[in-house]
């Protein structure tokens, strides 16, 4: 696979599920985005910037830690994680939760009559 196809193998599933999320009326950032509101969208990604660097801050001071390697850049470093890592901790925040909303909605039941509703 070719280095430069990276970030698509961590971006695939937020490229998949958040335009179904958006228009299956769930929870979308993307839909959110449409209406005009991009509030959602710069939360989820400030609290994955949050995430991403305490994460590494935990992990540089653990006795058994993560250790990265990144194609491009990879000898400058924060803590464990090379810098351009950290690139990868604000699409992840959106992954997770177009995740969550996708797994919910197909999993979802309708309290009045029981069924799923996909």
């Not at 985005?33 to 609290?47: H, I, T």
């Amino acid at each position: 696979m070719s280095r430069w196809l990276v970030p698509l193998v961590w971006l695939g599933w937020l490229l998949a599920l958040e335009p179904i999320n958006a228009r299956r009326g769930r929870p979308s950032w993307l839909g959110d985005l449409a209406r005009g509101d991009a509030s959602k969208l710069l939360a989820l990604l400030a609290s994955g910037a949050v995430c991403g660097v305490l994460w590494e801050f935990w992990n540089y001071w653990a006795t058994t830690k993560w250790t990265y390697t990144v194609p491009y850049a990879g000898n400058v470093k924060i803590f464990e994680m090379p810098v351009l890592g950290y690139l990868g901790f604000p699409p992840f925040a959106l992954e997770c939760y177009a995740m969550y909303h996708a797994v919910r909605g197909v999993l979802a039941t309708d309290s009045d009559t029981g069924a799923t509703l996909i």
